[in-house]
């Protein structure tokens, strides 16, 4: 069975400060999927990465795809309150249905 | 911009009820799936659907449950006699392809009494 591990579970912050949150794996997967969920909905989507070493940014984040495409890491810089959310890594193990594996989920808070 | 669209937002049912969750997948997507997510926990995988079948299940997708697209927009979720373990909020995506980006839609919350 593929499992996703999300670290930490929990961050709460000051305004203005950096994190970053990891998702690890011992499997290899095709893509990996970043999304952000508010209480009460679905998931949206912030970003997919695909080739290993892949670095994508999206304003204040940055998303890496580590070489051997079984972690991914999600860094914000200078957070704001804006960005308190739940956030989601999600993989696609490489199945031809294109299925994914979630991890638990880094509940961020940032505080003003 | 194109969206996945979920009905109903809330379901409230009695134990031993049918219930079918209804979604429109965004127009031009061929993959189809459902999701769940029981209160607090992981968002985890029932099943996908392509070419008008079952692609792939997951072990929570059992007898009790099935998946129908009737039409050329709908893909429906049913389940034949609810338990309160089926309580959660029920998700569906769609994708052009395999390896293309997955979007959700907003999500049933099912509660089963």
């Known amino acids: 069975t593929q499992l996703l591990e999300q670290s930490p579970q929990f961050l709460s912050i000051q305004e203005g400060e950096n994190l970053t949150v990891y998702c690890n794996s011992s499997s290899v997967f095709s893509s990996l999927q970043w999304y952000r969920q508010e209480p009460g909905e679905g998931p949206v989507l912030l970003v997919t990465?695909?080739?290993?070493?892949e670095v994508k940014k999206l304003k204040r984040l940055t998303f890496q795809f580590g070489d051997a495409r079984k972690d991914s890491s999600l860094h914000i810089t200078a957070a704001q309150p804006g960005d308190t959310g739940l956030y989601l890594c999600a993989g696609d193990p490489s199945s031809n249905t294109g299925k994914l594996i979630f991890g638990q989920g880094t509940t961020l808070q940032v505080k003003p | 911009e194109p969206e996945v669209t979920q009905t109903p937002s809330h379901q409230v049912t009695q134990m031993g009820q049918e219930v079918i969750l209804r979604c429109v997948p965004i127009s031009n997507h061929l993959y189809f799936y459902w999701y769940r997510q029981i209160l607090g926990q992981k968002v985890e995988f029932l099943v996908s659907?392509?070419?008008?079948?079952?692609?792939?299940k997951s072990e929570i997708f059992d007898d009790q449950f099935s998946v129908e697209r009737p039409d050329g927009s709908n893909f429906t979720l049913k389940i034949r006699s609810t338990k309160l373990e089926d309580s959660a909020m029920y998700f569906c995506?769609?994708?052009?392809?395999?390896?293309?980006?997955?979007?959700f839609g907003p999500g049933t919350r099912l509660t089963v009494l």
């Open positions: 990465v695909v080739t290993g070493g």
């Open positions: 995506a769609s994708r052009y392809s395999p390896g293309g980006e997955q979007f």
């Open positions: 659907f392509y070419n008008n079948e079952i692609s792939e």
